[in-house]
């Protein structure tokens, strides 16, 4: 190589060289808010945003395993929630308008997300099954008319078989609402009308 092309390359490396580093400075001083910088886009001076309400930081969530989770120690729950739809409310309705709306409202919720596996009477006729899916068990077994509630409230969660959960996609609240219409579903299909009706919830 002679002199000529030795300084040719030399500066290519040095362009080269300073490229980089004006690409990494640009990244690095770019435009943007630091915790507690001040700030003079928001009215109160800084960039810190007031934490919204009911935020929960992570590990810091005391959970009511009942509501939250579908388990009394330790074991699946056999009655619905002590305190729905919070810890400051009372228990979960066992009959009248209230129970009613929970019910019509389970019902929206499991037509959604598990009558198109489970069919809207909850036999695993669903219109998926139809074609081919996996057919779930029917709700309407023995095994599972007397399972307790927590049972299908922890499958709705984390999922079994080839069901996958849905924890992350339906609120706990929901979640019991649908179990209450799975159990309404089981009532209507062993028990005359007149004493499903005068029965409540259990």
Partial sequence: MNARSLIVAILAGCVALTAGGCWKEDMG???KAKPMQESVFFANGTTARPIPEGTVARGELN?????NLGFVDGKPAETFPDHYPTESDGPFPTRGPALREILLHGREQFTIYCSMCHGDAGDGRGIVVQRGFAIPPSYHLDRLRTAPVGHFFDVITNGIGAMYGFGDRI???DRWAI???I?????TQATPVAEAQAGGMR
């Avoid at 959970?63 to 509501?67: G, R, Y």
């Avoid at 159990?183 to 009532?187: H, I, K, N, S, Y």
């Fill in 183 to 187: 159990r309404t579903l089981q009532m």
């Fill in 171 to 173: 609120a706990p609240t």
């Fill in 29 to 31: 001083s770019q435009p």
């Fill in 179 to 181: 179990v209450a219409y």
């Fill in 63 to 67: 959970l009511d395993s009942h509501l």
